[in-house]
DNA sequence: TCGAGGGTGACAACCGTTTGCCATGTGTTG
DNA sequence: CAACACATGGCAAACGGTTGTCACCCTCGA
């Protein structure tokens, strides 16, 4: 079964069958047909690995996450899965643990078998990333390096949103609860917050920064809530929905006594108790784009795309969690 | 930057290299050493689809599931990404949508590029199952077929409990929510589940079968609530998660007017409204072994286990959406 | 001193495809 | 009718490793 023995029953070169099989074009339609009739007889199934040493496409992308444990990369795996395959690529899963040097380390031991990465949220240096792209064709969510095409969430412009919500329902004392310090996320909706805070006049502050995962909630409440705060704008919904079992602990009412919005929109956060206000990011979208545009750039037939970074919009979906203010 | 390099710059023959590299018994610590210290040099780094076609080891092994939207699934991609990566394998994801044509399909076409799968619930006929094993090293996680190594979970035990528990509430009439009715796992449940009341001369009722997804919980809470049962076990979490959300808008108690319990413990299920009663499954841990099971055979050093089959067990863990039987 | 044996490294075949280059045959054009 | 272009298919050289086989050398025992 391999085409050797194609050529061998239908008396026409290895190459012919070749040929016949990856670009169908390139052989008259009489051989082709017969050739690829003896290739469904003899059930032939192409050998990737082969095809790779020869040709140096490998026909597998990688998706990069910091940790698959993060309900936030199930959209992104959706996203990507989808469109890879719809692409005609496999799809490989890389975990880097949250660790950089894993990362790079990774990245770097496969870079031959692979076609391209996809990066969910790098924690890498800029110039590391640059130096990687060099080396391997990548796309970034979630993090703008110039030189690396990326798709971006603008969650940024979202938490306008949220604070012209919470403001107008009365809040004066609104607190972002932060991420891990080196996460460009982070960083971005930090200045958004600050940024839509100062147009009101009022004050920004924050707690934290908490690491990632549900279980900084519990510290988070209770820093929001030492904060003497009203309103909160968590750096996401995993921090959100580990606040509100804190809070709930604690008897706190959500929104009587905080308002709480998180980002993201994740699974679970529309049956939370209560239900999440939240940031609608549209994380399977970013990852099918971030997929076309690697796909696109691996093409070098297709024509080069000429922007090299997609923004993509969020939306504030109001759900439960957000109130107005009581005296 | 191929071992030729590297022989070139040390003076020994490239299979003394390979060796040096993949196999360092097998030369002297002399060699080995100045070898390793060239390869370093040199920064070299292995091409893996070589690497395949010489050897027909590809070091991938894919995971196999039949829709990545199905938090079911996050804790199995979880378990075996972990232990994939700690074996030194690479983990391919394969999306079959819920086609057991399109899982065929694919495992042949990629079987090639892989030294081994893990179907989580497969979808194919128990005879399609043993012909595909022949083929590729499986392991199968919630679906025994003889022959193919798996791994179970043992909801169905778990069954019994979950109904005790409610029986002991006083209830008398629950029904099954029924999923897709080609699934293993949910005749193994409902078996359970019938043998569970037989056993308190209670009648076995169910309702569906429903659809794989959160969206069938609105059919299934009506149906439910249709039959005049006083509780119900959902085929999974994600029936019981829809369900909490219909019944909520119905103006419907739980537990008060209805008691639920769900399975797996998915991601979610501790904090919805109320917080879900539900058979805790080990699926991260079911992932790892799976991943160990198909390793230890995949390394033919290594001795063969006897037991082809692991069963995992299942416990109750009981939160809000089960309450006492009230009149 | 000679033979045996174990350890070390080299040679070369092979894994299954792709692809650049060339030879042939066919149709088109002037 | 000749010359030419083009379409088609074949040859063979890669691609970057692994591995079976064998030759060599060194050491040790008789």
Redesign the pocket.
């Known amino acids: 079964?391999?085409?050797?023995d194609i050529a061998a029953a239908t008396?026409?070169?290895?190459?012919?069958?070749?040929?016949a099989?990856?670009?169908p074009?390139?052989?008259?339609?009489?051989?082709?047909e017969r050739i690829q009739a003896a290739a469904r007889e003899l059930d032939?199934?192409?050998?990737p690995p082969?095809?790779a040493?020869?040709?140096?496409?490998t026909g597998t992308v990688a998706l990069v996450v910091s940790d698959v444990t993060n309900p936030f990369y199930f959209g992104m795996i959706r996203g990507t899965q989808q469109q890879l395959t719809a692409a005609g690529y496999a799809h490989l899963l890389i975990d880097t643990e949250d660790s950089a040097d894993r990362e790079v380390e990774m990245l770097r031991a496969m870079r031959r078998s692979l076609d391209g990465a996809i990066l969910g949220a790098s924690r890498l240096p800029a110039r590391a990333l640059v130096a990687l792209a060099a080396d391997i064709p990548l796309v970034t969510v979630n993090r703008n390096v110039r030189g690396v095409p990326s798709v971006v969430i603008d969650t940024p412009a979202g938490i306008a949103q949220a604070v012209e919500h919470l403001v107008s329902l009365g809040h004066r004392d609104v607190v972002y609860v932060s991420g891990p310090a080196q996460s460009w996320s982070n960083q971005a909706r930090w200045q958004a917050m600050r940024a839509a805070l100062e147009r009101h006049h009022l004050r920004a502050q924050r707690v934290g920064p908490f690491p990632p995962g549900r279980a900084s909630g519990t510290a988070a409440a209770d820093a929001v809530l030492n904060s003497g705060a009203t309103a909160c704008v968590a750096f996401n919904d995993l921090f959100a929905l580990g606040m509100l079992t804190r809070l709930r602990e604690r008897g706190v009412r959500v929104p009587g006594d905080l308002s709480v919005v998180g980002c993201d929109d994740i699974f679970g956060a529309d049956f939370s108790n209560p239900p999440l206000t939240t940031l609608t990011a549209p994380i399977e979208q970013a990852g099918r784009m971030a997929v076309s545009l690697l796909v696109s750039r691996l093409d070098h037939r297709a024509p080069q795309p000429q922007r090299r970074t997609a923004v993509l919009p969020t939306y504030l979906t109001v759900r439960e969690s957000t109130g107005p203010l009581t005296v």
């Not at 008396?11 to 040929?19: C, D, E, I, K, M």
């Open positions: 079964m391999t085409i050797a008396g026409v070169a290895v190459s012919t069958v070749s040929r099989l990856s670009r074009s390139r052989v008259s339609a009489a051989t082709r032939y199934v192409p050998h082969a095809r040493l020869a040709s140096g496409r």
